[in-house]
T-cell receptor, first 115, second 114 residues
Framework: AQSVTQLDSQVPVFEEAPVELRCNYS??????LFWYVQYPNQGLQLLLK??????LVKGINGFEAEFNKSQTSFHLRKPSVHISDTAEYFC?????????????FGKGTHLIIQP | KAGVTQTPRYLIKTRGQQVTLSCSPI?????VSWYQQTPGQGLQFLFE???????NKGNFPGRFSGRQFSNSRSEMNVSTLELGDSALYLC?????????????FGPGTRLTVL
């Protein structure tokens, strides 16, 4: 079975400052990794994904994430945040077999942008 | 292209009743997955259907069931509702199997059990 740990439930950041949202996973097999964002009263939207290849993955809205196999981490970063980035962010993992356990999500990190 | 739609958006039921939620995937998508989202447990995988067959199932009791029709539309049913079933139920569709292909989520159905 796989699991995901998002180390911070809430991250307050000032507008235009950089941010890093942390994600660690555990799995007995190789995995695919995802970051999703959920705005209030909406469903989830894919920010970026790592399937293979370059460990630095770029996504939408200026976000990027780095896959670190040795540390089993997939941290999300943005160099300069905006008020509109206020949302809940979810890290997710699935195994190579297409998710015998489905897509496993972390508990989420609430990103709060302060003006 | 229309997104994933879920109906109804809000539901209020009482304990012991049953409920059916509906999900219409994006046209051409063959995989539909269901998730339960609660403040305490977060997002939990319920099941995935692919071409009318249940492909995966999460760790939920048998009161939770689903099906997929030939047009890829999916329904999930919860029988004998309990207070703990109050949650946001999200449906997601993808062109291929979930976990490999990008999943597109609907806005969810908010179920309240009284």
């Amino acid at each position: 079975a796989q699991s995901v740990t998002q180390l911070d439930s809430q991250v307050p950041v000032f507008e235009e400052a950089p941010v890093e949202l942390r994600c660690n996973y555990s799995s007995s097999v190789s995995v695919y990794l995802f970051w999703y964002v959920q705005y209030p009263n909406q469903g989830l939207q894919l920010l970026l994904k790592y399937l293979s290849g370059s460990t630095l993955v770029k996504g939408i809205n200026g976000f990027e994430a780095e896959f670190n196999k040795s540390q089993t981490s997939f941290h999300l970063r943005k160099p300069s945040v905006h008020i509109s980035d206020t949302a809940e962010y979810f890290c997710a993992v699935s195994d190579y077999q297409g998710g015998a356990d489905g897509l496993t999500f972390g508990k989420g990190t609430h990103l709060i942008i302060q003006p | 292209k229309a997104g994933v739609t879920q109906t109804p958006r809000y539901l209020i039921k009482t304990r012991g009743q049953q409920v059916t939620l509906s999900c219409s995937p994006i046209s051409g998508h063959r995989s539909v997955s269901w998730y339960q989202q609660t403040p305490g447990q977060g997002l939990q995988f319920l099941f995935e259907y692919f071409s009318e067959t249940q492909r995966n199932k999460g760790n939920f009791p048998g009161r939770f069931s689903g099906r997929q029709f030939s047009n890829s539309r999916s329904e999930m049913n919860v029988s004998t509702l309990e207070l703990g079933d109050s949650a946001l139920y999200l449906c997601a569709s993808s062109t291929g199997v979930a976990g490999v292909y990008e999943q597109f989520f609907g806005p969810g159905t908010r179920l309240t059990v009284l």
